[in-house]
């Protein structure tokens, strides 16, 4: 069954920890995406990839590293310079002629 | 940068009752899609248009594209409680080749139906 898989399904961080959140698809896209909702709010662009070893900046990517050595994963790094984690993360991607798809999103919590 | 502007950010209706929410983009798009989130879900693709004044109907729901391809509404005729949840509009500046470039979400709307 085709999809993205997000993992894990809630996150708790720490005072100056840095937390992986992780993002796979088996849809052969090649494109991929990084939100971050907040509640009430739409999505906003953290960062997002097109092929693979290369990625891009999105509206609000300080506090956030991601890395694309494979097509099917995208993970991003919630890093201790980010002051306000709190959020909903969605992983998408995009595949020719097709329109986003989303994984089921982590919730990312301060402990 | 591109700005997406949905309104209303929510809406309450009663059962029967129709929706409504706008979309307006700082920006000529090349496309806009429009996605459902149900409470605690991710989003969801309902459709995509690309031509200027384009007009595509689901069942209840009727989306439009304005000529100037900078606005697009999403309406829905006698509302259900199974339409309740957020309703995103996305706008796309860039496409074709293999660049599939950003998606600018608007803000969402909220719709409450009660039954």
């Known amino acids: 069954d085709g999809g993205i898989t997000q993992s894990p399904k809630y996150l708790f961080r720490k005072e100056g920890q840095n937390v992986t959140l992780s993002c796979e698809q088996n849809?052969?896209?090649?494109?991929m995406y990084w939100y971050r909702q907040d509640p009430g709010q739409g999505l906003r662009l953290i960062y997002y990839?097109?092929?693979?070893?290369?990625?891009q900046k999105g509206d609000i990517a300080e506090g956030y590293s991601v890395s694309r050595e494979k097509k099917e994963s995208f993970p991003l790094t919630v890093t201790s310079a980010q002051k306000n984690p709190t959020a909903f993360y969605l992983c998408?991607?995009?595949?020719?002629?097709?329109?986003?798809?989303f994984g089921d999103g982590t919730r990312l919590s301060i402990l | 940068g591109q700005q997406v502007m949905q309104i209303p950010q929510y809406q309450h209706v009663q059962e029967g009752e129709d929706f409504t929410t706008y979309c307006n983009s700082s920006?000529?798009?090349?496309?806009i899609q429009w996605y459902k989130q149900r409470p605690g879900g991710h989003p969801v693709f309902l459709i995509q248009?690309?031509?200027?004044?384009e007009v595509k109907k689901q069942k209840r729901l009727t989306f439009q594209f304005g000529e100037a391809k900078k606005n697009s509404s999403l309406h829905i005729t006698a509302t259900q409680t199974t339409d309740v949840g957020t309703y995103f509009c996305?706008?796309?500046?860039?496409?074709?080749?293999?660049?599939?470039?950003?998606?600018?979400f608007g803000q969402g709307t909220i719709l409450t139906v009660h039954p």
């Open positions: 849809l052969n896209h090649d494109a």
């Open positions: 996305a706008g796309r500046r860039s496409a074709g080749g293999t660049s599939y470039g950003k998606l600018t």
């Open positions: 998408a991607s995009i595949g020719p002629n097709q329109p986003q798809h």
């Open positions: 248009l690309v031509k200027s004044g």
């Open positions: 920006t000529t798009l090349s496309n």
């Open positions: 990839s097109q092929i693979v070893n290369d990625f």
